[in-house]
């Protein structure tokens, strides 16, 4: 994965990710449209495919709603890297076959704008722009299989 940074800070909630006045349209395309709208406003109509979101600590914290993960991963960002994620919101995104990685100090490291190049497969986040790498955690082999099988409900069908 490669692409572009959008960088939020701390404690980004679920009711920011996607506010609660357009959860009556479950299209994903519909979520994405207003994603991230309460505290940037520009996202939904410049996030280009592949891009990559970055977070801070505690990120997708707040109600447990699915539809956060799926307006993000809907906008066209390939993977959220944050300090550390809300452990609904971490499920949420597996559930949907949506990559993301905790990194501490890529979160703190990469600014917006930067480009940066992600192998989920061994947990290396590299900042293009400054030559930076970063270690995160790669997933286990079981969740590897689900996030490449599109999400769990496409992987249990495999399973069958």
């Known amino acids: 994965m490669r692409g572009?940074?959008?960088?939020?800070?701390?404690?980004?909630?679920?009711?920011?990710?996607?506010?609660?006045?357009?959860?009556?349209?479950?299209?994903?395309?519909?979520?994405?449209?207003?994603?991230?709208?309460?505290?940037?406003?520009?996202?939904?109509?410049?996030?280009?495919?592949?891009d990559i979101m970055v977070g801070g600590w505690n990120f997708g914290c707040g109600s447990s709603r699915e539809h956060a993960p799926v307006a993000i991963q809907a906008s066209g960002i390939s993977c959220v890297i944050a300090a550390?994620?809300?452990?609904?919101?971490?499920?949420?995104?597996?559930?949907?076959?949506?990559?993301?990685?905790?990194?501490?100090?890529?979160?703190?490291?990469?600014?917006?704008?930067?480009?940066?190049?992600?192998?989920?497969?061994?947990?290396?986040?590299?900042d293009e722009t400054t030559g930076q790498t970063f270690q995160a955690k790669p997933f286990p082999p079981f969740i590897e299989q689900i996030i490449d099988a599109g999400g769990l409900l496409s992987y249990l069908k495999e399973k069958k």
């Open 84 to 126: 550390s994620f809300a452990r609904i919101f971490y499920r949420n995104s597996i559930n949907i076959g949506f990559p993301i990685l905790e990194c501490p100090e890529a979160s703190e490291a990469i600014k917006a704008g930067d480009i940066v190049n992600i192998d989920t497969k061994t947990g290396v986040i590299t």
């Open 4 to 50: 572009k940074v959008w960088k939020y800070g701390d404690h980004i909630d679920t009711d920011v990710i996607i506010p609660a006045r357009y959860l009556n349209n479950p299209d994903p395309k519909a979520l994405a449209s207003h994603c991230m709208v309460d505290i940037d406003e520009g996202f939904a109509g410049s996030v280009q495919p592949g």
